[in-house]
């Protein structure tokens, strides 16, 4: 069923019902990071850049922080499977992932299957997770790969052809 955000008020569903909310957006923290070309062969969760972190202080101990991040990835003609995370660097633990069987918690995966090094992937990771307080900490994206080299916000090459996209992390907080 597709719904109309109704302003900071509530949600209007196809049919006209309303569902009223007093939910509202106490703040938005965003960086957008420059961090040039980054390559890993790593096959263990690693940080690309610590540029690419937000810190928060939440509002409210019971409001629901949304941390979205989005990134180039991909490259080298290699068809390995690839695991992202969002991270809460400040308590050392993943936003809101959970095991199932022997599989990777993650927030999002890809078996990138590039044809050459230029190639890229736009990545965008979601999570929320609830306040808990209103203790400061700060978020981070973590990446795995299976195997082989990988590239993290550009290409390797410097063609016009090619594009570049500064990696953004925003965490939102929703009221309760």
């Given at each position: 069923?597709?719904?109309?955000?109704?302003?900071?008020?509530?949600?209007?569903?196809?049919?006209?019902?309303?569902?009223?909310?007093?939910?509202?957006?106490?703040?938005?923290?965003?960086?957008?990071?420059d961090t040039g070309l980054i390559s890993s062969t790593s096959t263990a969760f690693f940080e690309p850049d610590s540029d690419l972190?937000?810190?928060?202080?939440?509002?409210?101990?019971?409001?629901?922080?949304?941390?979205?991040?989005?990134?180039?990835?991909?490259?080298?003609?290699?068809?390995?499977?690839?695991?992202?995370?969002?991270?809460?660097?400040?308590?050392?633990?993943?936003?809101?992932?959970?095991?199932?069987?022997?599989?990777?918690?993650?927030?999002?995966?890809?078996?990138?299957?590039?044809?050459?090094?230029?190639?890229?992937?736009?990545?965008q990771l979601q999570a929320q997770t609830t306040s808990g307080s209103t203790v400061a900490r700060t978020y981070g994206m973590y990446?795995?790969?299976?195997?082989?080299?990988?590239?993290?916000?550009?290409?390797?090459?410097?063609?016009?052809?090619?594009?570049?996209?500064?990696?953004?992390?925003?965490?939102?907080?929703?009221?309760?």
């Amino acid at each position: 069923m597709a719904v109309t955000i109704n302003g900071t008020n509530g949600v209007t569903y196809n049919d006209g019902s309303v569902q009223e909310s007093s939910s509202k957006v106490l703040q938005v923290v965003s960086v957008q990071a420059d961090t040039g070309l980054i390559s890993s062969t790593s096959t263990a969760f690693f940080e690309p850049d610590s540029d690419l972190r937000v810190a928060i202080t939440p509002k409210a101990s019971d409001s629901t922080l949304i941390v979205t991040c989005n990134f180039l990835f991909g490259g080298n003609n290699q068809s390995g499977m690839c695991a992202f995370k969002l991270y809460d660097v400040t308590n050392s633990v993943n936003v809101n992932t959970t095991a199932l069987g022997g599989r990777q918690e993650c927030n999002s995966s890809i078996r990138d299957m590039s044809y050459d090094q230029n190639d890229a992937t736009q990545i965008q990771l979601q999570a929320q997770t609830t306040s808990g307080s209103t203790v400061a900490r700060t978020y981070g994206m973590y990446a795995k790969l299976e195997s082989g080299t990988r590239y993290f916000f550009a290409n390797p090459s410097d063609s016009g052809a090619l594009g570049y996209a500064k990696p953004s992390i925003t965490v939102m907080e929703i009221s309760a």
